[in-house]
């Protein structure tokens, strides 16, 4: 039986990828393990999926003044030394790699003990975590045409981001029973990630008025901040967080307003939604939110709407636009050759395990 070991954490975004891949190798026949911090969110989501785990020593990589970068490269350190006597007695064939930092000690240990490793960069631009770790991958998937010049052009692989398959299965129907809505008035799906955006959610909520005689909206606002003075709304429904019920909210939003996060858009790209992306600022980011949305405007994928550029007026124009030329948009996401990135990242993985 062939082994895969999978690595990455500290977000969602460096974990979901990676349950993505999880039915298709096991329908291989993989055994897989995982490896990520002691406690991060990536253990609890793990455990979930009955994936053994093992945890590692994690520190962080900053570019900036703070006092843990004087102690933080000794657990980074530490990290190694452990990764390295675990890979050693799991044996994996191959190494996938999410990113984040708890991944940079476990792919160097993978590569001294002479296991191929495949990593993946979401972000237009690699991040400090995956340049320090390219030069010890095999292969270099990335989501953004754009990305691959800052690769080596021997490893770079277009691959786009794997996509939950449970995502692409919701039922329309399903969601109006349970959201209440109307069949007859679109939709409009408003996501600010999974810790929600208050300037999203503000955004949106202003101009409900002159939304809702067209659109109903569904909005998953993000804990805590539910705006409970809303409720009287018709059309008008909102959620802290959803789980399940997700692909079926998605299967009946017409469009959809989201941050630009890679994992997001990627998800909406392999659904065929078209979105307004409202990119997280420059001034709260490194600016890959922005890269990322310009990408998908330009590939013909999605509108953009800068956070600094939102007014009442700007925001319900774009919406409206978006609605009346959604066809082309969805048309242009189905000519994307990034929409099978499942099946072309297992190929990689494949391939790897077949030569150690």
Known sequence: MKRILLTGGGTAGHVTPNIALLPRLRDLGYEIFYMGSYDGIERKLMEGMQIPYYGISSG??????????????????????????????????????KGGFVSVPVVLAARRCHVPAIIHESDMTPGLANKLCIP?????????????????????????????????????????????????????????????????????????????????????????????SLNHLTGYIQYEYIQSELKDLFALADIVISRAGANAICELLALRKPSLLIPLSAAASRGDQILNARSFEKQGFSMVLEEEAVTDASLLEAVHKLYENRSGFSSAMEQSSQTDSIETIIGLIESAASHT
Do not use: W
């Open 136 to 228: 010890s991958a095999t292969k270099v998937c990335c989501n953004f045409p754009e990305t691959l010049p800052y690769l080596p052009a021997e490893k770079a692989v277009l691959t786009g981001s794997p996509i939950r398959r449970e995502l692409l299965e919701g039922n329309a129907l399903s969601a109006l029973r349970f959201t209440g809505l109307s069949a007859n008035k679109p939709v409009i799906l408003v996501m600010g990630g999974s810790l929600g955006a208050a300037a999203v959610n503000d955004a949106v909520r202003k101009i409900l008025p002159q939304l809702l005689p067209d659109f109903q909206v569904i909005h998953l606002c993000g804990k805590g901040k539910l705006e409970t």
């Open 60 to 97: 962080k990589l900053r570019r900036y003044f703070d006092p843990k970068n004087f102690s933080d490269p000794f657990k980074v350190l530490k990290g190694y030394s452990e990764a390295h006597k675990i890979i050693k007695k799991l044996k994996p064939d191959v190494l996938f790699s």
